[in-house]
């Protein structure tokens, strides 16, 4: 029985002082480096915390000396000098920044040196580190970085501080961990849909409803980014959650993906091919006509366009163009499953389509000699006219569309993440 005990005393000793027991506990990403004043405004609200961690850390300062103002909006010049400030105090600085010259604004000097930190990040990352970012760094781009982030004339939206804050994170060596299994979101996609899904696995951001809908456009506030920067210093802070899949068929339309929608001239369409199509008619009639929606226009757009997609397959067969999931992956990257609520299947028949209509058009402008009206060339009217003649006449409605409750389908897609794209 002594054996035992003291075996037990040591394992629990070596729990207790092992560096795997010190990483469980995430300490802060920075220190205090100053007391944070009691700014009025955000005394008993849900930015008081968060406005105290950024400025304890020296990332914001307060709007004046008692106030923080959380419902003013972030500025350009504000996010410049937050994401320099970051990125010097995480790479050793004092977050301390020289005076503006003579001639200058308060703000270049935080636009010159972040300037510099991210086009030196890319100078020394991969093509695979910068895949996914916003602007990306080390391009022209970046180095023309006052007109992407332009002081003092729009407010800054959601995806620009995703963009902006997950590459000055990446400049300066610092990788969050996931803690939220999220493999897409409803309204987020390429290079800047990557860097919100980085932070939004992080825990650092949150969706806007139960599937994750980002809301990429949306004013960022002084509050809000008080709270986003919080929850980067400090671990405790960030937010573990999970959101729904979203499914045009299934939660707005209402049906199997795999169930047939219309039958062009012999061949069958599904649901799932025919969704994206359908649901974009119905919101554009639907924010043109709020008051008086027109739904059966809307489903003739869309077949109209189903029928384009098929004289397009007809075309590009005249033609021996064939098409590949190889040829999608390297024009488009991975295929999105789930972005805008769109199956698998569904973006292959868009960007399938897509791809064949520049080939073919591409194949009839080679054809092109001077302009012949209204600036139209020889080939634009030759391939326009080809595919008016492979356009198929007719198309036969599945009893899911002529049957469909669209008043019912329009309250769903109005109120989906459909509605915010």
Not at 208 to 223: A, E, I, K, L, S
Request: hydrophobic share 40%.
């Amino acid at each position: 029985m002594r054996s035992v005990r003291i075996s037990a005393w040591v394992l629990a000793m070596l729990l207790t002082c092992s560096p795997l027991s010190a990483l469980a506990v995430e300490t802060d990403l920075l220190p205090a480096r100053r007391a944070a004043p009691d700014f009025s405004d955000t005394a008993g609200t849900a930015y008081e915390e968060a406005a105290s961690v950024v400025y304890e850390a020296g990332v914001m300062n307060g709007f004046t000396v008692s106030r923080f103002a959380p419902e003013e909006p972030l500025m350009p010049e504000q996010l410049a000098a937050v994401c320099a400030r970051l990125y010097d105090l995480l790479t050793g600085g004092s977050g301390a920044f020289p005076a503006p010259a003579e001639d200058e604004a308060w703000y270049d000097p935080y636009y010159r040196f972040l300037e510099e930190a991210l086009d030196n990040q890319g100078e020394s990352g991969s093509a695979d580190d910068a895949e996914g970012s916003g602007p990306v760094v080390g391009t022209e781009e970046m180095k023309a970085l006052p007109w992407n982030l332009h002081p003092g004339k729009y407010p800054v939206l959601r995806w620009m501080l995703a963009a902006y804050l997950d590459q000055t994170l990446e400049a300066a060596g610092v990788t969050l961990p996931q803690r939220n299994d999220i493999s897409v979101l409803p309204d987020a996609a390429g290079q800047d849909g990557a860097s919100i899904l980085r932070l939004c696995r992080a825990g650092i951001f949150t969706g806007t409803d139960p599937y994750g809908t980002f809301r990429q456009n949306d004013v960022v506030t002084r509050g809000e980014a008080a709270v986003i920067l919080a929850r980067v210093l400090r671990p405790a802070l960030r937010e573990s959650y999970s959101i729904l899949p979203f499914d045009l068929c299934a939660d707005v339309l209402g049906v199997d993906g795999k169930s047939p929608a219309l039958t062009v001239e012999g061949e069958t369409i599904t649901m799932e091919q025919f969704a994206q199509e359908l649901c974009l008619a119905l919101r554009q009639n639907a924010l043109e006509s709020p008051d008086a929606p027109e739904p059966e226009t809307a489903l003739a757009a869309a077949v109209e366009e189903i029928q384009e997609d098929v004289a397009i397959d007809r075309l590009a067969a005249k033609h021996h163009l064939l098409m590949s999931e190889r040829k999608i992956s390297d024009t488009y990257g991975s295929i999105p499953a789930g972005y805008q609520g769109v199956t698998r299947e569904g973006w292959l028949w868009e960007y399938g389509h897509s791809l064949l209509h520049q080939e073919l058009f591409l194949l009839y402008q080679a054809q092109s000699g001077p302009a012949v009206s209204d600036g139209e060339t020889q080939g634009e009217l030759l391939f326009n006219a080809a595919l008016d003649a492979a356009r198929p006449k007719d198309a036969s409605l599945s009893p899911i569309l002529t049957e469909m409750d669209w008043d019912a389908v329009l309250e769903r897609l109005l109120s989906s993440p459909f509605r915010a794209l």
